[in-house]
């Protein structure tokens, strides 16, 4: 076959980096550039995610931990001071509060002198996915959307270079979707960001391809990675399609599937960490093989983010695989590599002909925004998840490591322990709590109240929000302010959790059958219909998959389960556990807060009189901090290395009957 007459250019690389303050996370930037990494990832905390301040009640324990705490406008430029932003390409994963980041990053970029005409970069933007799977959506999907839409009216005339919305198949695969699902419900995601920009009447009908233009897409990729194949080359088949069959789209470059990338980040696993170099070299080729359907930009997770926050180290491994793949192999130096394969088009066929049937089925009911409200997507996603569960715990899915080739021998990448993954200092929320302070302090109130009166008036109204939230950026407003004010004129929306009428996924098999009879037993000894649990998700770490796994198998185990879903104060943890009569409590946190998080409900149940109360917990918790949990009174704690969910549930009831000193 003949060379490419010169080598195709990279893709651009990046690391999804922030974490503890902007300062911090700045020299962390600059650094990833100088170890040639060609564009910023940034990763911020879940209460700028999830529109809080540092001292909100519901930021406890969460600040700087998943990624960098931005609350005004000074946060914004020390984040990128030094950084010219009229050159950088910046992806921004913010969704709910994505115009309000998006104002700050304009409007540091206009300080520093940098036309908006050459800003590049990226706001994911994408609410939908977030009411499915990682859980920082704020506002109903009706105003949602609304914000999305004035973000990408707004930077389509003014930032033409930006990519105004990035539809996220990422999360979707990580909450359980198959290539189907994917394709169909982030297809499906796209088409009701295009009719509500359509719909809106801001941009005339000639600028409606340069707004197709500007969607991109953000995907997953797996260890199998033909098939990650066969689903990136029909991602853009059928988006080619829907941009000619639905909105008449002929020019060929407004209609290319355009796209970034992330692997599987939760197919990471615990145990034996270093098998993930390799899983995430495979993944990797799943959206780099094809040059057809060849990612533009790739961000790779660590080896060790199963373990925790990873190191400047981890992620400069990471950004090393992509520079050996481009510039040591010689993928980029040839045409596609699948052209013509009839294995390869015979999958991308029955992939597009699935994912078109779903599309259909989800159209049909009123679109993605209908689909999510009547919860049909989120149960879809559970059960699909459920599913896999099953395949990995019948031996089905092999994950080497885990359910095959267990034995091991101790890995030197952690001995180290706590060692071998970043620890954020618990004085960093305390820090960025008097900062917010001192920048209250020294702003002009009178102005601030004029800013955010007249946002409130334009979010009653049906203008473009945009430049009524930069005007509050220029005048101080803080995050958690400007969120306020939207919530207070939209409401908050709690999507549905996916647990009514999700099923296991398979006939019980005997291990399951056992458990039930000791749950029924258990009940039975001790008086009552049924045993109880409560699923509690305290904090702003909306990643729910765990937490609806354990629900969805503890109910088919016999318990009556209790769970409301994500973001609860502890309060309402413990308010929920009295007022429902709990036989037991489990607390899911992924996000690294778990220390705060279980101490606040610990002390709220021993308030209540309910010191017997047995509490487990599960999440990405490292050993030294397992001990302290465990040190505190928690029963036991589940980390993803405890794959076996009929296992996890039968020691539930273990602990359950530990409480009553039953035999």
């Known amino acids: 076959m003949a060379k490419l007459p010169e080598r195709d250019r990279p893709w651009v690389m990046r690391t999804y980096a922030g974490h503890s303050s902007a300062a911090a996370s700045n020299a962390l930037f600059r650094r990833n550039l100088g170890k040639g990494q060609t564009g910023l990832s940034v990763a911020f905390d879940l209460p700028t995610q999830t529109g809080y301040d540092p001292d909100a009640e519901l930021a406890r324990g969460e600040v700087g931990r998943v990624g960098v705490p931005i609350s005004h406008l000074g946060d914004m430029r020390t984040l990128f001071g030094g950084i010219d932003l009229g050159l950088a390409n910046t992806s921004m994963t913010i969704n709910a509060t994505a115009m309000w980041l998006l104002s700050l990053y304009v409007t540091v970029a206009r300080e520093q002198g940098a036309p908006l005409e050459a800003l590049a970069g990226t706001t994911q933007n994408d609410i939908v996915k977030e009411y499915l799977s990682r859980g920082t959506h704020i506002f109903p999907p009706g105003p949602s959307l609304r914000l999305t839409t004035d973000t990408i009216a707004w ?246 490591g885990v359910n095959r080739f267990p034995e091991t021998e101790p890995s030197p990448l952690v001995a180290a322990g706590a060692a071998a993954i970043e620890q954020i200092d618990p004085a960093v929320e305390a820090a960025a709590v008097e900062s917010l302070a ?31 939230t930069l005007d509050c950026v220029r005048a101080g407003v803080t995050t958690g302010e400007w969120a306020s004010v939207l919530r207070d004129v939209f409401g908050e929306y709690r999507a549905p959790t996916g647990l009514t009428g999700a099923v296991s996924s398979s006939a019980p098999g005997t291990a399951l059958v056992a458990v039930r009879e000791r749950v029924r037993r258990t009940a039975e000894e001790l008086g009552a ?113 405890d794959f076996a969910i009929t296992d996890v549930v039968d020691e539930l009831v273990t602990v359950v009957r530990e409480a009553h000193k039953l035999p």
């Not at 000619?244 to 692997?263: H, L, M, N, P």
């Not at 029955?350 to 159209?363: F, I, K, M, Q």
């Open 529 to 641: 219909g049924r045993l109880r649990m409560l699923v509690g998700k305290p904090g702003l770490d909306g990643h729910s998959n765990g937490a609806e796994q354990i629900a969805v198998r503890a109910r088919d185990a016999g318990f009556e389960v209790v769970y409301q879903g994500i973001r609860l104060t502890p309060a309402q943890i413990v308010a929920a556990a009295v007022e429902e009569d709990v036989d037991l409590v489990g607390l899911s946190v992924l996000s690294g807060s778990h220390l705060a998080a279980v101490a606040s409900v610990l002390a709220g149940l021993r308030a209540e009189g309910l010191d017997d109360l047995p509490v487990v917990v599960g999440g990405i918790i490292p050993p030294e901090d397992a001990l302290v949990l465990r040190a505190s009174g928690v029963a036991r704690v589940f980390t993803p290395k």
């Open 155 to 400: 930077t389509v005339a003014n930032c033409p270079k930006w990519n105004p919305v990035n539809i996220c198949s990422y999360h979707l695969q990580e909450a359980g979707a198959t290539p189907v699902q994917e394709l169909a419900f982030a297809l499906a995601t796209a088409i009701a960001v295009l009719d509500a920009v359509r719909d809106s009447g801001q941009l005339p009908p000639e600028r409606f391809t340069q707004v197709a233009a500007r969607i991109s897409f953000f995907v997953n990729a797996s260890v199998r990675f033909v098939e990650e194949t066969a689903k990136m080359r029909a991602f853009g088949v059928l988006w080619a399609r829907l941009l000619t069959d639905r909105y008449e789209i002929s020019d060929k470059s407004a209609k290319r599937f355009r796209y970034g990338v992330q692997v599987n980040s939760l197919g990471l696993t615990e145990s034996q960490p270093e098998n993930n170099v390799q899983r995430i070299v495979l993944e990797m080729l799943g959206v780099t093989l094809s040059r057809d359907a060849r990612a533009r930009a790739v961000q790779l997770p660590a080896w060790n983010e199963a373990l925790g926050l990873p190191r400047p180290w981890d992620q400069q491994w990471s950004l090393r695989m992509q520079q050996v793949l481009a510039f040591e192999s010689d993928l980029l130096e040839y045409p596609d590599l699948f052209e013509g394969s009839h294995v390869m088009t015979a999958l991308v066929d029955d992939l597009v002909a699935g994912a078109t049937a779903e599309l259909d089925r989800v159209l049909e009911m009123g679109g993605v925004v209908a689909a999510v409200e009547s919860g049909y997507l989120k149960s879809a996603l559970v059960a699909s998840l459920a599913e896999r569960r099953g395949r990995m715990e019948r031996g089905e899915d092999v994950v080497v």
């Open 438 to 468: 001192a920048w209250r302090a020294s702003r002009d109130a009178g102005e601030v109240a004029a800013t955010l009166d007249r946002l409130r008036e334009a979010a009653g109204g049906t203008g473009n929000l945009m430049e009524a």
